[in-house]
């Protein structure tokens, strides 16, 4: 049992001095990021900066040892196995889709359900996730294997909607994709976000991540460096520079962070 | 011809049962347990020791010794093959160990068999099941145990198929058999559902053993392994992981098996499941029935 002050309804998802570490490599050195019902955080860094690391910690995911405190709605989850976590109402949408090659499109999205033990519910969250993705409804028979990286994403984020998620968790959901599909993807998340998701992104591609994102914050080697709203993040002069490829910004602008 | 024709398809069905077991755990969990065979026989024994004071009817006997192969069957998951994978993030290392690990669970299996059965062949009375001969015309017949070994093997075969296909659960072990990780990512207790499909594999044997030891009227520990030996090239011709090709090829090993002995040099019996290996593996190593491959990301 929590205390009610921990019990924050305005709080999805509270991370204080979340460190992971592989054996003596640090991979995220005391990280705390706050996700408030409702928003849609993005969590920005390059190549190694702990963004799956932190993702997969968090999701219960990772064979590594982790410290520090991680609720989800003011209960504890840091350290339950990852099946536990999914049935709290996060879910994460791993990096690179992760789906079920053989299987097809249709058993990957009941698997995503797999824990919806009403068959109505399960009907109604088929139809939603058809209505949101098309694509799905139409290769629904066709092996997850043989779809596009694009078609892969939608699929990964429709397996992720038939779990009724209340958070979900995304690493680098753009990764690998044409410009023209990362807007598709980009549409995706704002979809789910509608739909009533609090969701949590990992990001490299900044300029695409905070046009849909409320907040965000900067990691780089582990540490959070810079954070506050989408817009305020997106025009820090060092945000700019470094993620945004935006020189001319970070002549003129101020620090935000 | 037809006497050997009803023969081989018995056989055949032993042999379905048997292997089904071992191709769910090696299919799903890499998990290639060469204590398999000993469950079996260690079915038959539980089957002689409850019935040859004549203490239990026969159906209670197949329910309970199923169970309690699949409880041994259980009880490696839980103690070595859960921890092993747990201890081996790397597949092959994790297969080898457990591969290992399995050998070693055959050889204590079987040395207690051996033991209490003062290492001779144990043969349940014939009190324990009722034999009825059917006569079809001739010199031809079939008994009701081989009826009940067909029916069996047809039911769970179906059974099992549809299971795999169609169910939950069938979705889930398919599933971690491609992607353990993302699977659990899922809502999946991953850890349940192989433990469950590990009494499944054992509860089989068990169910293969005990028909066995009344239709043939006896075991011994060696009959084991020589089963094994015949699920491994059931395994190799049907394709890794394959329902429909184990009970296919389980079937079609059983009729060349059968032929052999009734027509060829009898003594050749056990090469041909050799022969099969050999020539499959040359011809088409990924088996009959092989499952789309994708690349594991």
Known sequence: MSGTDENDPDTALQVDDLTVRYGQVTAVAGLSLRVPSGSVVAVLGANGAGKTSTMRALAGSIRASIDGRARLFGGSILGLSAHRIAARGMVLVPEGRQVIAPLTVEENLLLGGYRQRSRARLRELMAECHELFPILHERADSPAGLLSGGEQQMLAFGRALMSDPRLILMDEPSMGLAPVMVDRVMEAVEALHRRGASILMVEQNAASALQVATHAYVLDQGRIVCSGTATEVGSDPVVAQTFLGLREQAQAGQAAC | ?297
């Open chain 2, 1 to 297: 011809m037809l006497q050997q024709l009803i023969n081989a398809i018995v056989f055949g069905s032993v042999l379905t049962l048997f292997s089904l077991g071992l191709s769910l755990a090696w299919g799903t969990l890499d998990v290639l347990n060469l204590a398999h065979g000993a469950v079996f026989v260690f079915a038959g024994f539980i089957t002689y020791e409850l019935t040859k004071d004549s203490t239990m009817s026969f159906v209670p006997t197949l329910i309970v010794a199923s169970l309690a192969a699949g409880a041994v069957t259980l009880a490696l998951e839980l103690v070595a093959f859960r921890r092993i994978r747990l201890h081996f993030p790397a597949r092959r290392q994790a297969e080898l160990s457990m591969l290992v690990v399995s050998v070693g669970a055959a050889t204590v299996i079987g040395e207690v068999v051996s033991h209490q059965t003062s290492e001779a062949a144990f043969s349940p009375p014939a009190s324990a099941f009722s034999i009825h001969r059917y006569s079809l015309g001739g010199s031809v017949g079939i008994t009701n145990i081989q009826i009940l070994i067909v029916v069996a093997a047809i039911i769970v075969a179906v059974a099992l198929d549809q299971g795999i296909r169609r169910t939950r659960y069938g979705r889930a072990i398919r599933a971690l058999a491609y992607d353990p990780t993302t699977t659990q990512l899922l809502g999946v207790n991953v850890g349940a559902v192989a433990a469950a499909t590990m009494f499944l594999a054992g509860a089989l044997a068990g169910l293969a053993g005990v028909m066995l030891a009344i239709y043939l009227g006896g075991e011994e520990v060696a009959t084991g392994q020589d089963y094994l030996l015949t699920a491994f090239a059931i395994l190799i011709v049907g394709g890794v992981g394959s329902i429909r090709g184990a009970i296919v090829s389980a079937y079609l090993i059983a009729l060349a098996e059968t032929a052999v002995v009734a027509y060829g040099p009898s003594q050749w019996r056990d090469g041909v499941a050799f022969l099969l290996i050999l020539v499959m593996l040359l011809v088409r190593p990924q088996g009959l029935f092989a499952r789309r491959r994708f690349q594991r990301a």
